[in-house]
T-cell receptor, first 113, second 114 residues
């Protein structure tokens, strides 16, 4: 079964600076998707970014980019130019084909003014 | 229009009661899920359904019974509620079981058992 590890329970970043949230995964599947979700204090789960295991380019969505290193099985989220509204829990997730999505334990990001 | 909607948003009930949470998606997706988020924010898959058929049941107590009347709906019924069932329950959907695309989540149901 796949395992997703987020080693940073909490992170702080100064407003307008960039921050990297770490995620490593373990799977024997060759085809899978990697995802990041944001959960603000209001509780909803917001999809941020997707990376396919065969994609050669790192995914980007606005201020979010996913630093994908397949050999190291890592899928770190980079948030550029942090904003106060970025303060939230961030979850890394993985989903192989013909399987469900599993999540890491999450990282709580706090953006300081 | 909300893509994945679940009701109710809050549910407070006594131990031993039976309750249901409803979920509907209007995305045309084939696959739907129930996740449980505990007090430490850990998200755990409970059930996966594809086109109304149960695909995954993750060692959930049989007091939890999902029902999918059609592929747009996945309801969760819980019998004999226990204190440990207190959590936030999320419904989600994704395109289909054959792909690894993203899942879209409902707003969550915060269940409190007293």
């Amino acid at each position: 079964a796949q395992k997703i590890t987020q080693t940073q329970p909490g992170m702080f970043v100064q407003e307008k600076e960039a921050v990297t949230l770490d995620c490593t995964y373990d799977t024997s599947d060759q085809s899978y998707g990697l995802f990041w979700y944001k959960q603000p204090s209001s509780g909803e789960m917001i999809f941020l970014i997707y990376q396919g295991s065969y994609d050669e380019q790192n995914a980007t969505e606005g201020r979010y980019s996913l630093n994908f290193q397949k050999a190291r099985k890592s899928a770190n989220l980079v948030i550029s130019a942090s904003q106060l509204g970025d303060s939230a829990m961030y979850f890394c997730a993985m989903r192989p084909y013909f399987n469900d999505m599993r999540f890491g334990a999450g990282t709580r990001l706090t953006v300081k003014p | 229009d909300t893509a994945v909607s679940q009701t109710p948003k809050y549910l407070v009930t006594q131990m031993g009661n039976d309750k249901s949470i409803k979920c509907e998606q209007n995305l045309g997706h084939d696959t739907m899920y129930w996740y449980k988020q505990d007090s430490k924010k850990f998200l755990k898959i409970m059930f996966s359904y594809n086109n109304k058929e149960l695909i995954i049941n993750e060692t959930v107590p049989n007091r939890f019974s999902p029902k999918s009347p059609d592929k747009a709906h996945l309801n969760l019924h819980i019998n004999s509620l226990e204190l440990g069932d207190s959590a936030v329950y999320f419904c989600a959907s994704s395109q289909n079981w054959r792909t690894n695309t993203e899942a879209f989540f409902g707003q969550g149901t915060r269940l409190t058992v007293v």
